[in-house]
């Protein structure tokens, strides 16, 4: 069984950037789609992107501030988040769609956007 590890997440100020990584104990290939969701307070969890390795996908409100990429050798995810604003802060988790029908998730990483 695959286990996803995130991290980079942390406090930053609106307008900032930062870079979450994803780890997997296995190939990314276990997966037919790996990405970001994220969850506020009060809110449902949320599609950030996910990629299949040829296409990406996008929350319509997020596009052109966030970029996802993978890195198979690596066998890590990254999401680049730019221009962050106050209502981005959130959790966010790493996913994989696994070719077994189970979902991975992995425990969060908080991302708070304050000033």
């Known amino acids: 069984q695959v286990q996803l590890v995130e991290s980079g997440g942390g406090l930053v100020q609106p307008g900032g950037s930062l870079r979450l990584s994803c780890a997997a104990s296995?190939?990314?290939?276990?997966?037919?789609?790996i990405g970001w969701y994220r969850q506020a307070p009060g809110k449902q969890r949320e599609l950030v992107a996910n990629?299949?390795?040829?296409?990406?996908n996008y929350a319509d409100s997020l596009k052109g501030r966030f970029t996802i990429s993978r890195d198979n050798a690596k066998k890590a995810v990254y999401l680049q988040m730019n221009n962050l604003k106050p209502e981005d802060t959130a959790v966010y988790y790493c996913?994989?769609?696994?070719?077994?029908?189970?979902?991975?998730w992995g425990q969060g990483t908080q991302v708070t956007v304050s000033s």
């Open positions: 296995g190939s990314l290939f276990s997966f037919y789609v």
């Open positions: 990629t299949n390795g040829a296409t990406t």
């Open positions: 996913n994989g769609k696994g070719w077994d029908s189970i979902d991975y």
